[in-house]
C-alpha cells in the first residue's frame, strides 16, 4: 500500500502561482510513476501530467509550458508548479501513483490516490 497526501493547494489570483507537493508513504515510492489530475465541479477527472520514474514528463495541451511536474524520490515527493493560473484552472488537484516506472495519461491504470486539495483561481 502506497499512501498519498496532497497539499499547496489554495485561493490565487489569475495570472499567480502555486504550487503542489505530494507526500507519498507506506510500501516504496519506487518504481511507481507519479500523476496529477484534476476535477472540476460537474466534470469528469482530466489529467494533467506524469512522470515516470525515471523522470520523463508529459503534460496535458491545456497545462503545457505553464505547469512543471516533478519528483523528489529520496524525499517521496512528487511536486506540481503552476504558473500563470487561469479561472480554468480551478479545481480539486489529485495526486496518484502507479505501481508501473512508466507514466500514463489515463486515471484507471493509477493504483493510489492521495485525498485532493483544492485550487481556486479568481479573476
Known amino acids: 500500500q502506497v499512501q498519498l497526501a496532497e497539499s499547496g493547494g489554495g485561493l490565487v489570483q489569475a495570472g499567480g502561482s502555486l504550487r503542489l507537493s505530494c507526500a507519498a508513504s507506506?510500501?516504496?515510492?519506487?518504481?511507481?510513476?507519479m500523476g496529477w489530475f484534476r476535477q472540476a465541479p460537474g466534470k469528469e477527472r482530466d489529467f494533467v501530467a506524469h512522470i515516470s520514474f525515471n523522470g520523463r514528463t508529459y503534460y496535458a495541451d491545456s497545462v503545457k509550458d505553464r505547469f512543471t511536474i516533478s519528483r523528489d524520490n529520496a524525499k517521496n515527493t512528487v511536486y506540481l508548479q503552476m504558473n500563470s493560473l487561469n479561472t480554468d484552472d480551478t479545481a480539486v488537484y489529485y495526486c496518484?501513483?502507479?505501481?508501473?516506472?512508466?507514466?500514463?495519461?489515463?486515471?484507471?491504470?493509477?493504483?493510489?490516490w492521495g485525498q485532493g486539495t483544492q485550487v481556486t483561481v479568481s479573476s
Open positions: 496518484a501513483a502507479r505501481a508501473d516506472p512508466r507514466g500514463s495519461s489515463d486515471y484507471v491504470v493509477y493504483d493510489y
Open positions: 507506506g510500501h516504496t515510492f519506487r518504481p511507481h510513476s
